[in-house]
T-cell receptor, first 115, second 116 residues
Framework: GAVVSQHPSRVICKSGTSVKIECRSLDFQATTMFWYRQFPKKSLMLMATSNEGSKATYEQGVEKDKFLINHASLTLSTLTVTSAHPEDSSFYIC???????????FGPGTRLTVL | GENVEQHPSTLSVQEGDSAVIKCTYSDSASNYFPWYKQELGKRPQLIIDIRSNVGEKKDQRIAVTLNKTAKHFSLHITETQPEDSAVYFCAAKRGGGSSNTGKLIFGQGTTLQVKP
């Protein structure tokens, strides 16, 4: 149980284009989802927290107009990187948590490369 | 804000030895402390967690201890095996309010290498 999927696993795009990453909870209702960014050999950097049906809460320094987050259902959240640039290249990981619990389950991550 | 410090950043042990990773947190309101294992290019996987009403928790070769007074918690791995080699992250979550909004604050990570 508690499986989180993420799609795509890898994406390469041209500078200036937008990329959408999906995060799904497969066997539980994820009332809260989190989006992280991870640089090589570094820790997980929280970008934003999204609660189903509400606007996402972004961490300081994260541009909300650049990283659009939608959490329209209890099993799906999406992260759209708009007008991507090479510096946006990174490993993006989502996690999900159900109501009233502490445990977060992570997706497998998406490797984004912007050329 | 909340801060979690993790040490050491790298740890190399011989197979069969024990490994200990330590974390300290700053927010005394933290009440949930998970440990995640992340292999290269893979997702972080929860290996054990502890809540503030418990001082120690064990699961086979893995144990976590919590000292609320000192605000630190540790991961202990006994009889290490090569497959334990990975990056380990500790985290802390603040209690109170809505558990639906609390976020995990992660430590910097420890790269554990178990030599055969």
């Amino acid at each position: 149980g508690a499986v989180v999927s993420q799609h795509p696993s890898r994406v390469i795009c041209k500078s200036g284009t937008s990329v959408k990453i999906e995060c799904r909870s497969l066997d539980f209702q994820a009332t809260t989802m989190f989006w992280y960014r991870q640089f090589p050999k570094k820790s997980l950097m929280l970008m934003a927290t999204s609660n189903e049906g509400s606007k996402a809460t972004y961490e300081q320094g994260v541009e909300k107009d650049k990283f659009l987050i939608n959490h329209a259902s209890l099993t799906l959240s999406t992260l759209t990187v708009t007008s991507a640039h090479p510096e946006d290249s990174s490993f993006y990981i989502c996690s999900a948590r159900s109501w009233g619990t502490d445990t977060q389950y992570f997706g497998p991550g998406t490797r984004l490369t912007v050329l | 804000g909340e801060n979690v410090e993790q040490h050491p950043s790298t740890l190399s042990v011989q197979e069969g030895d024990s490994a200990v990773i330590k974390c300290t947190y700053s927010d005394s309101a933290s009440n949930y402390f998970p440990w995640y294992k992340q292999e290269l290019g893979k997702r972080p996987q929860l290996i054990i967690d502890i809540r503030s009403n418990v001082g120690e928790k064990k699961d086979q070769r893995i144990a976590v201890t919590l000292n609320k007074t000192a605000k630190h918690f540790s991961l202990h791995i006994t009889e290490t095996q090569p497959e334990d080699s990975a990056v380990y992250f500790c985290a802390a979550k603040r209690g109170g309010g809505s558990s639906n909004t609390g976020k995990l604050i992660f430590g910097q990570g420890t790269t554990l290498q178990v030599k055969p």
